[in-house]
């Protein structure tokens, strides 16, 4: 196994060369193979182990055998100890779900705080089989057929060609000693009847499953790149990017027969779980919206907009100095005297500065604002009847800033700026005001 092993990690991982890593290492025999794998290896290495409190003495059993092999072999070790029990009731989180996030983050933690470059698990191929049947009968798509990656961000899995049978004999054969978790005997977690009951009987149907299981999902890998190949293609032209937004034209998209396919596609990744509400939209009305925890997906007439979330401001107003020239937030706006008006922009207003009082105050619009917009002679509109004039979103109207000096509005910022304002014959001293 050893050359197959050393074969496996040259030809598929060759950036780990020079890098330094950490191994996790629970001092079962996967693991403990995985760091007696390494340790013939030319590698900077170092341990981690986590002590997730869960077994009683077991598990500070099972701390003191991974230190001592690391302390007799002069391997660095590091270890945490969680409450694990306790984190699980506080986020309701199964208690497996709870070891992997604190386990994850904190070897995300130690990544950074250490300078390493990567860390390698000890998940094989019959844990690639059991993560694929356990999501086979939760139901799901190709991403939970094609099983456990072999690299993941800054997580690699180098033993995930390798069965359990395999790694079971490479410790028989190299007299490498192992703790075994109690709890791995228990068919009271889904994994372990699988394990158990299942993958037996999977075995003696074919006694050459675990490989058929791994064409099988090759295959399946395969698949899942060609979908993603063909969702890219149609995303350029279904799709347009328009700052954090992403506009998705309704009329390209329903041309297609399968385009539920492609909108779970574009959007999963964003968290996004009410399928059949993001579906409907489609045909649904201009101003219905689904919401993910950051982000959100708006009707607004023939497209779909995705956006963040954004967080509400605590102060929605903010003055501006008359000696300030140049403001950075919430906008960039950048004020300067004019000797002339250069040509016509939604991102330039020009006002008679002895019309002006300062401070300006800048605020988001509110219903009910009112002013009198340039080129209509003194009528007043509402700001609301703007937005419907100029097909606004409700996300762009959310977006939008008002100028106001004292109570009256200058300018509906980067739309239309208030007659009230503008520059006359009479005109002694003009403001520039622009929106960068």
């Known amino acids: 196994m050893f050359s197959k092993f050393q074969d496996h990690i040259v030809s598929r991982f060759p950036f780990l060369e020079d890098k330094k890593l950490f191994l996790a290492v629970s001092g ?3 693991s403990m193979v995985l760091l007696h794998l390494f340790q013939q290896l030319p590698y900077e290495i170092a341990v981690l182990h986590c002590n997730f409190q869960l077994r009683g003495l077991e598990s500070f059993g099972d701390q003191e055998f991974v230190q001592d092999y690391c302390n007799q072999n002069n391997i660095p070790f590091f270890t945490t100890q969680f409450d694990t029990k306790a984190f699980a009731e506080d986020y309701k989180l199964s208690t ?10 904190w070897f995300y933690e130690l990544l950074e705080e250490k300078n390493f470059d990567f860390i390698l698990t000890a998940h094989h191929a019959d844990d690639n089989l059991e993560t694929f049947i356990i999501n086979l009968t939760r139901g799901t798509g190709l991403d ?15 033993l995930l060609p390798f069965s359990r049978e ?9 007299t490498i000693e192992w703790r075994e978790d109690s709890s791995n005997a228990s068919n009271k977690y889904l994994r372990n009847k699988i394990r158990h009951d299942l993958i037996p009987i999977l075995k003696e149907i074919n006694s050459n499953f675990l490989d058929a299981f791994g064409k099988t999902q090759f295959y399946l890998q395969e698949s899942k790149e060609m979908v993603e190949d063909a969702s890219i293609m149609v995303y350029q032209q279904v799709a347009k990017e328009e700052g954090e937004d992403i506009h998705f034209d309704l009329n390209q998209l329903k041309k ?5 396919s492609y909108l779970y596609q574009w959007l999963n990744e964003f968290g996004f779980s009410a399928w059949n509400d993001i579906y409907d939209l489609v045909e649904g009305q201009s101003g219905k919206q689904v919401f993910s925890e950051e982000f959100r997906l708006l009707k607004n007439r023939e497209t779909l907009i995705l956006s963040p ?4 401001l605590e102060k929605e107003e903010f003055e501006i100095a008359e000696n300030n020239t140049d403001v950075n937030f919430p906008l960039k706006l950048r004020l300067c005297n004019a000797d002339h008006i250069t040509i016509d922009s939604k991102e330039v207003i020009f006002v008679d500065a002895e019309k002006i009082r300062f401070p300006l105050i800048l605020r988001k619009w509110k219903e009910g604002d009112v002013f009198h917009p ?11 009847k703007l937005f419907k004039d100029e097909k606004l979103s409700l996300i762009e109207k959310e977006k939008t800033w008002i100028l106001c000096s004292e109570n009256q509005i200058v300018w509906v910022v980067g739309i239309r700026q208030d007659e009230r304002f503008k520059i006359e014959n009479t005109t002694n001293k003009i403001l520039k005001i622009e929106l960068q």
Do not use: C, H, W
């Not at 939970?144 to 180098?158: M, Q, S, V, W, Y």
């Not at 395999?166 to 190299?174: R, V």
């Not at 979330?309 to 509400?312: K, L, M, R, V």
């Not at 340039?374 to 509109?381: D, T």
């Open 144 to 158: 939970g057929l094609t099983g456990i990656p072999e690299e993941n961000d800054r997580i690699i899995r180098p």
């Open 166 to 174: 395999e790694i079971l004999k490479y410790a028989e054969e190299n």
């Open 256 to 260: 297609l027969p399968n385009y539920k």
């Open 374 to 384: 340039f080129g209509m002679q003194g009528k007043s509109k509402k700001v609301s």
């Open 28 to 30: 079962g025999l996967d």
């Open 96 to 105: 497996q779900v709870a070891a992997r996030e604190l386990r994850y983050s």
């Open 309 to 312: 979330i954004s967080e509400t």
